[in-house]
């Protein structure tokens, strides 16, 4: 099955501590992105990739980190940075640019304690 | 600052209604436009998209969508709703500067 997949579906860290969350596709798609999701808020645009090796910040960069090493993998990183942490985090990619249909993972939800 | 506005956040409707779902923007040049629904359970996923040509685009399940330049707009529409649309319904916007945005989101409830 093609898709993309985010691991674990629920994390629990520590105040202070860095925590990196996966995101893996095998859609073959260039462009992934990673997004926060508040409740009444919307998706909002934390980072995204269009080309292993490059990354560009959204909206609310501040406090995240990403890398894009290989094409079918982009993690992100929530440092210790980031004032508000606790949120559901949604991975996507598209075929080869910020204009095309984005395709979703299932989330992840921290809740940093 | 660019926006994207979902005038309707919680919407009950009984099923076999119409439904219309705005979704207005701030952008004034060229934009793309999506709307993404999430049913409960599911990933979010593409209901319907413009690029350009037909104003008038055709989603899945039913749904369409009318771009309106003048009023800045893209408003979701289905004639006749069923019980499986309740989800969550979100507007985006691409602009040319590489920028996306998306709307805060319309909960839509349908009553069986």
């Known amino acids: 099955d093609g898709g993309i997949t985010q691991s674990p579906k629920y994390l629990f860290r520590k105040e202070g501590q860095n925590v990196t969350l996966s995101c893996e596709q095998n859609?073959?798609?260039?462009?992934m992105y990673w997004y926060r999701q508040d409740p009444g808020q919307g998706l909002r645009l934390i980072y995204y990739s269009q080309i292993v090796n490059d990354f560009q910040k959204g909206d609310i960069a501040e406090g995240y980190s990403v890398s894009r090493e290989k094409k079918e993998s982009f993690p992100l990183t929530v440092t210790s940075a980031q004032k508000n942490p606790t949120a559901f985090y949604l991975c996507a990619s598209s075929p080869s640019g910020i204009y095309d249909t984005q395709y979703f993972g299932p989330g992840t939800r921290l809740t940093v304690l | 600052a660019q926006s994207v506005s979902q005038h309707n956040h919680h919407v009950i409707l009984s099923e076999a209604a119409s439904l219309e779902l705005g979704c207005n923007y701030s952008?004034?040049?060229?934009?793309?436009l999506f709307w993404y629904v999430q049913y409960p359970g599911q990933h979010l996923q593409l209901l319907l998209k413009?690029?350009?040509?037909?104003?008038l685009v055709k989603g899945i399940k039913g749904f369409e969508a009318e771009f309106i330049k003048s009023k800045f707009s893209f408003n979701l529409r289905k004639p006749s709703v069923q019980w499986s649309d309740t989800a969550e319904y979100f507007c985006?916007?691409?602009?040319?500067?590489?920028?996306?945005?998306f709307g805060k989101g319309t909960r839509l409830h349908i009553l069986p």
């Open positions: 985006a916007v691409v602009n040319r500067d590489d920028k996306i945005i």
């Open positions: 413009y690029f350009s040509g037909d104003p």
């Open positions: 952008y004034g040049g060229t934009v793309n």
């Open positions: 859609l073959n798609h260039d462009a």
